[in-house]
């Protein structure tokens, strides 16, 4: 399997040349175990068959492929946009209730995260603009080091716990009420307008610009004016 090798200045992912037969016997006693579990064996099978077919993919493009795969710096909205898809085609294909769905996980969202930001800031990516006040990282690997960062990733980490909080709320005053998905689209909002903010105070230039926003910014932009869309042909069916 690949280790880590590590010197003063770099860190690199050194695939041995017997990684595939190690791979190929693990996913093996993956296979056996889930034989146990009845109607999920074929999915873990399935699941299987493509990791190995995946992984020995990175095998044939090199170490630095699967480098650059590891080393992170991947943003949250192409997680989200990702996760809500596959959402999409499980709810559909057992035929669960997308709204239901929608309004019973969103609270997880936020929360989620929450944690995803702090290892963030303990990683010392998505680092903030050089500020008066804030952290110092010393041996950090991708902030820049001896600098006072603003610390943007535990200020967006409070804000998803505040979104959470809200979502919970909402949760508790329409117990009891049809669900309407609208969980979601509250989530999907308030970190919008929290992430176009933040990203004023963000340091790093790997995520990208474009014009006078960044990239995580236009996307921010396009969700609230779909939101508003939405919301607006609503009402406007209402009234006719």
């Not at 068959?49 to 992984?55: A, C, G, I, P």
Request: proline fraction near 4%; hydrophobic fraction near 50%; aromatic fraction near 14%.
């Amino acid at each position: 399997m690949p280790y880590v090798h590590q010197d003063n200045h770099f860190i690199a992912f050194v695939i041995p040349d017997n990684a595939d037969i190690h791979v190929d016997a693990a996913l093996e006693k993956v296979r056996g175990a889930l034989d146990a579990f009845g109607p999920q064996r074929r999915m873990g099978r399935i699941f299987s068959q493509k990791f190995q077919l995946v992984f020995k993919l990175l095998l044939l493009l090199g170490g630095q492929t699967l480098e650059m795969l590891l080393s992170g710096g991947y943003v949250f909205y192409g997680g989200l946009f990702g996760g809500l898809l596959a959402a999409v085609s499980y709810c559909r294909r057992y035929r669960i209730s997308l709204r239901a769905a929608a309004d019973f996980y969103a609270p997880a969202l936020p929360l989620f995260h929450v944690f995803g930001r702090i290892g963030c800031f303990l990683a010392g990516c998505c680092w903030g603009i050089e500020a008066p006040w804030g952290v110092v990282y010393t041996h950090s690997l991708a902030a820049p080091n001896g600098v006072t960062l603003f610390p943007v990733q535990l200020t967006e980490a409070v804000c998803n716990l505040a979104i959470c909080m809200v979502l919970l709320l909402r949760e508790r005053r329409l117990s009891g009420r049809q669900p309407t998905g609208g969980a979601l689209l509250l989530h999907a909002a308030l970190y919008a307008c929290v992430r176009f903010l933040l990203e004023f105070w963000r340091g790093d230039a790997v995520r990208g610009h474009f014009l006078f926003f960044s990239t995580s910014q236009w996307i921010s932009v396009l969700i609230l004016f779909a939101i508003g869309i939405y919301f607006w042909n609503i009402v406007r069916s209402r009234q006719l």
